[in-house]
């Protein structure tokens, strides 16, 4: 098992950055820590991707944030962060990572792990 844990959440107003850090302990923790996402959930709303890898492994941004925010990774501290600039009151939300995909056991392994959640809040 692995763990994904979340930090560098915060309140801030609007143009300003925040860095959130995402760090994987426990089983093949740089496997997990490769592949991580970032969702957030904005009160009363579903949760959303933010950026996602994809099939190439480069990440995707949702348009809300392309030229804001930008994922980067620290393979050797097992670690994601996540680099949002220009912050805006509609950022508000709780930040998630997650990390999916199989282990390359026989036969291959899925696996599936969400961090906490980290709250950011973004004032006018």
């Known amino acids: 098992q692995a763990q994904l844990v979340e930090s560098g959440g915060g309140s801030v107003q609007s143009g300003g950055s925040l860095r959130l850090s995402c760090v994987a302990s426990?089983?093949?923790?740089?496997?997990?820590?490769?592949?991580i996402n970032w969702y957030r959930q904005a009160a009363g709303k579903q949760r959303e991707p933010v950026v996602l890898?994809?099939?190439?492994?480069?990440?995707d941004y949702t348009d809300s944030v392309k030229g804001r925010f930008t994922i980067s990774r620290d393979i050797g501290k097992s670690a994601a962060y996540l680099q949002m600039n220009g912050l805006r009151p509609d950022d508000t939300a709780v930040y998630y990572c997650?990390?999916?995909?199989?282990?390359?056991?026989?036969?291959?392994?899925?696996?599936?792990?969400w961090g906490q959640g980290t709250q950011v809040t973004v004032s006018s």
């Open positions: 997650n990390s999916k995909g199989y282990f390359a056991t026989i036969p291959p392994q899925k696996y599936d792990y």
């Open positions: 426990g089983e093949a923790s740089k496997i997990v820590a490769s592949t």
């Open positions: 890898l994809n099939e190439e492994g480069t990440p």
